[in-house]
């Protein structure tokens, strides 16, 4: 199955976001490694943290393409089935990144695992920004329940 264009440009914000916050996470190490907390060795941390990356888009690409497929179904319950196997399936890559990450000698962990997390504080972030959801131009505020219903009983 392939991305749809909309599916397509929310996985590019995703890994633009994912990526800022790589940013983020790299500078943090560092500053941490010049207060004697861990040691920095860029090319274990550069590494480490773009597999995490990966794997963490990956998730999100999968996700995704769930739900494009499962718009098109119309039995409620192969719908439920699918999208909670995606989702297991997802926990399990995580998961086992997260795992592997620790065990793993040469991997950096909390730059491996913490990219993870990231494509969820980029919703988050777009969400307080406003830009999660865009109004168009021409389209009519959102409507306020309450309102709606004080203007009916009037």
Partial sequence: MILQPASRKEVKRIALGTGFFDI?????????????????DLVKILLSTLAGSVIAILSFIIMCLTIQ??????????????????????MVLQAGWAVAAFLIPGIHFIAA?????FPKVTIIALQATGRLMPREENAPAPVDPEQTEALSDE
């Fill in 24 to 40: 983020v996470l790299i500078a943090a190490l560092f500053v941490a490694s010049l207060l004697g907390i861990g040691t920095f």
């Fill in 69 to 90: 497929s499962a718009v098109t179904m119309t039995d409620k319950k192969k719908m439920k089935a699918k999208f909670q196997l995606s989702y297991n399936a997802r």
């Fill in 113 to 117: 695992a913490a990219p993870i997390l």
